[in-house]
């Protein structure tokens, strides 16, 4: 059997990890120097509201006894593990949780461990992990598994617009400069996911509303397929959400519209506000 591994950042509501058995592993964090409680549900309005009044919010990686704890029982009991994580572009999880995957392998020399950076974060990981479980519970064998999943994270677009472009200034994606003429332009970046899983800037737009409206636009110029799975994540904006969700169908899109609240650990450096779009294109990685 193969068992299917990702992250609190893959942002996959719990019931959809339970259906399809979907082993989750935390990055952990601290909000004002006191450390989240993992086992909790995450309360998406107060964190984003506590960032909105000033919270310092740090984030830490998955650690390597974890990531041990997790994968250990699984081989002893004969089954192999894809691990789909987050973007090496923007954290060190992967990487880290490949050197303990070596580890088991030589301890394991007779199971299958593979991990798989996602290049995406939030739903921009969590379909992909969804598709190969997909295809974990129908028998599909470990190479079948991962040629589809690097071909979807191929495919992936991940588009999203921030309310305040302080939290990107401060974690380095834009200038102080630049961050205050943003904030008195009023403008506001479509940031997408690069073919590295590094953030950067797609296009500009003159407010917010113009900025929605460009996501849309995006949309039905890139999307291979309307009948495909499509993302939406919002930092405490389920109105804005819904919105989008609402957007998307008038511009033909027929596949499951999954919309959830932006998980705290991308979600620290894009801050409160922010609404993210996430489908399939034509293969551009």
């Given at each position: 059997?193969?068992?299917?591994?990702?992250?609190?950042?893959?942002?996959?509501?719990?019931?959809?990890?339970?259906?399809?058995?979907?082993?989750?592993?935390?990055?952990?964090?601290?909000?004002?120097?006191?450390?989240?409680?993992?086992?909790?549900?995450?309360d998406?309005?107060?964190?984003?509201?506590?960032?909105?009044?000033?919270?310092?919010?740090?984030?830490?990686?998955?650690?390597p006894?974890?990531?041990?704890?997790?994968?250990?029982?699984?081989?002893?009991?004969?089954?192999?593990?894809?691990?789909?994580?987050?973007?090496?572009?923007?954290?060190?999880?992967?990487?880290?949780?490949?050197?303990?995957?070596?580890?088991?392998?030589?301890?394991?020399?007779?199971?299958?461990?593979r991990?798989?950076?996602?290049?995406?974060?939030?739903?921009?990981?969590?379909?992909?992990?969804?598709?190969?479980?997909?295809?974990?519970?129908?028998?599909?064998?470990?190479?079948?598994?991962?040629?589809?999943?690097?071909?979807?994270?191929?495919?992936?677009?991940?588009?999203?617009?921030?309310?305040?472009?302080?939290?990107?200034?401060?974690?380095?994606?834009?200038?102080?400069?630049?961050?205050?003429?943003?904030t008195?332009?009023?403008?506001?970046?479509?940031?997408?996911?690069?073919?590295?899983?590094?953030?950067?800037?797609?296009?500009?737009?003159?407010?917010?509303?113009?900025?929605?409206e460009?996501?849309?636009?995006?949309?039905?110029?890139?999307?291979?397929?309307?009948?495909?799975?499509?993302?939406?994540?919002?930092?405490?904006?389920?109105?804005?959400?819904?919105?989008?969700?609402?957007?998307?169908?008038?511009?033909g899109?027929?596949?499951?519209?999954?919309s959830?609240?932006?998980?705290?650990?991308?979600?620290?450096?894009?801050?409160?506000?922010?609404?993210?779009?996430?489908?399939?294109?034509?293969s551009?990685?």
């Open positions: 059997m193969i068992r299917v591994m990702t992250d609190n950042a893959a942002n996959l509501p719990p019931e959809l990890r339970e259906q399809y058995g979907i082993r989750e592993l935390c990055l952990t964090y601290t909000v004002n120097g006191v450390p989240a409680d993992m086992s909790a549900p995450f998406g309005y107060a964190y984003y509201e506590a960032m909105r009044k000033g919270a310092e919010v740090k984030t830490s990686m998955i650690s006894l974890t990531a041990r704890e997790a994968m250990e029982p699984v081989l002893e009991q004969g089954d192999d593990v894809l691990y789909i994580g987050l973007s090496g572009g923007v954290s060190g999880t992967c990487w880290g949780v490949s050197v303990v995957a070596q580890e088991l392998r030589e301890r394991y020399p007779h199971r299958d461990i991990v798989l950076d996602s290049r995406g974060a939030s739903l921009g990981e969590g379909l992909v992990v969804l598709e190969a479980a997909h295809l974990a519970q129908q028998g599909a064998d470990m190479d079948t598994i991962t040629a589809r999943a690097s071909e979807l994270c191929g495919k992936m677009r991940q588009l999203f617009v921030v309310d305040d472009l302080k939290f990107l200034r401060k974690g380095g994606r834009l200038s102080g400069a630049a961050a205050l003429a943003g008195l332009l009023q403008i506001k970046p479509i940031l997408e996911g690069d073919p590295e899983g590094k953030i950067v800037v797609h296009s500009k737009e003159r407010g917010r509303k113009k900025a929605m460009q996501l849309i636009r995006l949309y039905q110029e890139l999307v291979e397929d309307k009948s495909r799975p499509v993302g939406i994540s919002h930092a405490a904006a389920p109105a804005e959400a819904l919105h989008l969700a609402t957007e998307l169908r008038q511009a899109c027929t596949g499951e519209i999954l959830v609240c932006h998980e705290p650990v991308t979600g620290a450096h894009v801050g409160p506000g922010m609404l993210a779009l996430y489908f399939y294109s034509a551009w990685r």
